[in-house]
């Protein structure tokens, strides 16, 4: 059974965007990330693996524990999680307990 972490354990800051993508007036489009939230985090698992197909693919996976956040969980699949300058794509969120906490499982192919 998944738990709330315990508040010491949350040690890290990551910051959750959303990719906005805007048209000019001469028609180039650019994009910007547009902060949702700062939230203190928990790192409850890392793992990761290599592919050799033709080509190195690299993927890392892992999964964070934040405060429950009424965005984060209805839209969090189309954001983007960032650590240490990294740029994670959030590919699942589930709540934990009620409106208490989110665990984000995300991912990062290189």
């Not at 409106?99 to 984000?104: I, N, Q, T, V």
Request: net charge positive; glycine share 6%; with cysteine.
């Amino acid at each position: 059974m998944n738990r709330a972490p315990f508040i010491g354990t949350m040690d890290r800051i990551v910051k959750i965007v959303k990719l906005e993508k805007s048209q000019s007036e001469t028609g180039s489009v650019s994009s910007a990330d547009e902060e949702i939230c700062k939230p203190w985090a928990k790192l409850e698992s890392d793992s990761g693996f290599e592919e050799l197909q033709g080509k190195v693919k690299h993927t890392v996976k892992r999964s964070y524990i934040i405060r429950h956040n009424s965005d984060v969980a209805a839209n969090g699949k189309n954001y983007v999680l960032i650590d240490n300058e990294i740029r994670f794509r959030i590919t699942h969120v589930e709540p934990l307990g009620r409106r208490s906490h989110l665990k984000l499982y995300t991912e990062l192919y290189e």
